[in-house]
Nanobody, 124 residues
Framework: QVQLVESGGGLVQAGGSLRLSCAASGRTFSIYAMGWFRQAPEKEREFVAW????????YYADSVKGRFTISRDNTKNTVYLQMNSLKPEDTAVYYC?????????????????WGQGTQVTVSS
């Protein structure tokens, strides 16, 4: 069982930066691959980024590539999403999620555990 709690969301102007954190409970955090997803009002949940359990592999949605960076610190049971050059279209609730096995997936159905989400609002 893994419990996930996101933090770090907020209101930022276009071009600004935010860093989201996702703190996990449980001593087995390091064996889960982790993903970040987001959901804007009246839109489906969409993939943002994925990181392997060691942090050695990452994948990004085309819409955030070059602007967002996913990372993790297994000693702190935490995964991060550094978001730079934010755009109004990045406005959404951001969720972290955990999955096994340690394979890449952009499908939210592949993830077992989810956090409650943190709101990110980018003003123009």
């Amino acid at each position: 069982q893994v419990q996930l709690v996101e933090s770090g969301g907020g209101l930022v102007q276009a071009g600004g930066s935010l860093r989201l954190s996702c703190a996990a409970s449980g001593r087995t955090f390091s064996i889960y691959a982790m993903g970040w997803f987001r959901q804007a009002p009246e839109k489906e949940r969409e993939f943002v980024a994925w990181i392997s359990w060691t942090g050695g592999s990452t994948y990004y949605a085309d819409s955030v590539k070059g602007r967002f960076t996913i990372s993790r610190d297994n000693t702190k049971n935490t995964v991060y999403l550094q978001m730079n050059s934010l755009k109004p279209e990045d406005t959404a609730v951001y969720y972290c999620a955990a999955k096994r096995p340690n394979t890449y997936s952009s499908d939210p159905h592949a993830y077992t555990y989810w956090g409650q989400g943190t709101q990110v609002t980018v003003s123009s």
